[in-house]
T-cell receptor, first 114, second 111 residues
Framework: NAGVTQTPKFQVLKTGQSMTLQCAQD?????MSWYRQDPGMGLRLIHY???????DQGEVPNGYNVSRSTTEDFPLRLLSAAPSQTSVYFC?????????????FGDGTRLSIL | SQQGEEDPQALSIQEGENATMNCSYK?????LQWYRQNSGRGLVHLIL?????REKHSGRLRVTLDTSKKSSSLLITASRAADTASYFC???????????FGTGTRLTVIP
């Protein structure tokens, strides 16, 4: 059981480049989300989705786009990379009952913007 | 920000000792969750405690929740070197449909 799979694990970009961080889960979870983790800041929510075709903004959405065409996949797009987006990005998923079900995290994508 | 805060920020103990970490939060919650993160890895869920529960156990882990004080604690008994990691609390608020994470406690268990 793979759980939540993120690719790539590492990426270096130049300012202004665009890229897509991939996230896939095989647990048939409706809820998926993207976080970024910066030193001393904990995890901050970027975007989330409660099901295919439905997305919403989190705490820090600027500079990122998401889409949810299938239950399994939830890619995160950086439109024009900026050094402030250097961070570790985590994708997570959980089942439909938020009162009882924890989130399952991928191992992260470490992104550096030069 | 609705983030919780863990206390202490860092904790260093000898193997076999108990480790206690505290979490304070600001909003009404459905549940509070504790996660562990090993260096360079993703977060792993440890325990979920619902707002109507006061204490929960899982192996060597004990979590308490005091909703009147908006606080929780995580106790790890008989610590092991393998418990060395960062520990985060996260609150599932009654409002927004997502988790709010604290800044974490870095635990070091010395063999």
């Amino acid at each position: 059981n793979a759980g939540v799979t993120q690719t790539p694990k590492f990426q270096v970009l130049k300012t202004g480049q665009s890229m897509t961080l991939q996230c896939a889960q095989d647990m048939n979870h409706e809820y998926m989300s993207w976080y970024r983790q910066d030193p001393g800041m904990g995890l901050r929510l970027i975007h989330y989705s409660v099901g295919a075709g439905i997305t919403d903004q989190g705490e820090v959405p600027n500079g990122y786009n998401v889409s949810r065409s299938t239950t399994e996949d939830f890619p995160l797009r950086l439109l024009s990379a900026a050094p402030s987006q250097t961070s570790v990005y985590f994708c997570a998923s959980r089942g439909s009952d938020r009162r009882l079900q924890p989130q399952h995290f991928g191992d992260g994508t470490r992104l550096s913007i030069l | 920000s609705q983030q919780g805060e863990e206390d202490p920020q860092a904790l260093s103990i000898q193997e076999g000792e108990n480790a206690t970490m505290n979490c304070s939060y600001k909003t009404s919650i459905n549940n509070l969750q504790w996660y562990r993160q090993n260096s360079g890895r993703g977060l792993v869920h440890l325990i979920l405690i619902r707002s109507n529960e006061r204490e929960k156990h899982s192996g060597r882990l004990r979590v308490t929740l005091d909703t009147s004080k908006k606080s929780s604690s995580l106790l790890i008994t008989a610590s092991r070197a393998a418990d060395t990691a960062s520990y985060f609390c996260a609150t599932d608020g009654t409002g927004a449909n997502n988790l709010f994470f604290g800044t974490g406690t870095r635990l070091t268990v010395i063999p």
